[in-house]
């Protein structure tokens, strides 16, 4: 059964302090891993990563895929209040399904 | 521009009533998705609609829960004799073939 797992679940941290959220994954067919900034309802999308060892980087935001381990990180540097959120993972499959498999999600609290 | 949109964005029900989730995707995206997100856990894959055919409906739970695309592009999910169970936000996602999926700001589903 494909799944994805996250951690840490919650993480409480200070302003400018730099974070690592973690995403293992076990999908059937893997085409791509997406990372996903969710506030109050609507997951924003932040990366989608393919290959192995290239950086994505958008800002104090970066991510990285190792596809011989299953796994991704997304960092964040020089954290603001303003990164608070769940940080949700997913996994995508090949065929002609594109449903994603979502982890639990990482909630981060940057505190001031 | 305009985004994926749902209506309503709270929905408060009693049990064994009937309840419809409407979503409208970003114009000229092919591909269009449900999910359900419980409390603390990540979204959760229902159906997936290519154009107007149901593509993938694997993660629909049971047959109380069905979803209909007529003219390929807004779509609503439809819960018959609705369940405690049932209350989560329903999310819905649009993309174009093959591309990232862009999610509404969901439907907070509550049954009484």
Same mark, same amino acid.
């Given at each position: ?31 791509? #891993? +997406? ?10 999308? +932040? ?11 958008? /800002?104090?935001?970066?991510?990285? #895929? ?31 399904? /594109? ?8 909630? +981060?609290?940057?505190?001031? | /521009? $305009? ?70 592009? &807004? ?15 329903? +999310?819905? $996602? ?16 509550? &049954?009484?």
């Amino acid at each position: 059964e494909d799944k994805v797992v996250q951690s840490p679940l919650s993480l409480v941290v200070h302003e400018g302090d730099t974070v690592t959220l973690n995403c293992s994954y076990e999908v059937t067919n893997f085409r791509s #891993l +997406l990372w996903y900034k969710q506030e109050k309802k609507a997951p924003t999308f +932040l990366f989608m990563l393919t290959s192995s060892g290239i950086e994505k980087k958008s /800002g104090r935001l970066s991510s990285i #895929l190792d596809k011989k381990e299953l796994f991704s990180i997304l960092n964040i540097t020089a954290t603001q209040t303003g990164d608070s959120a769940i940080y949700l993972c997913a996994g995508h499959g090949s065929g002609n399904t /594109g449903k994603l498999i979502f982890g639990q999600g990482t909630t +981060l609290q940057v505190k001031p | /521009g $305009a985004g994926v949109s749902q209506t309503p964005s709270n929905k408060v029900t009693e049990k064994g009533k009937y309840v419809e989730l409407r979503c409208d995707p970003i114009s000229g995206h092919t591909a269009l998705y449900w999910y359900r997100q419980s409390l603390g856990q990540g979204p959760e894959f229902l159906i997936y609609f290519q154009g107007t055919g149901a593509a993938d409906d694997s993660g629909l739970p049971n047959d109380r829960f069905f979803a209909v695309r007529p003219e390929g592009s &807004v779509s609503t999910l439809k819960i018959q004799r609705t369940e405690r169970g049932d209350s989560a936000v329903y +999310l819905c $996602a649009s993309s174009s073939l093959g591309s990232t999926q862009y999610f509404g700001p969901g439907t907070r589903l509550t &049954v009484l």
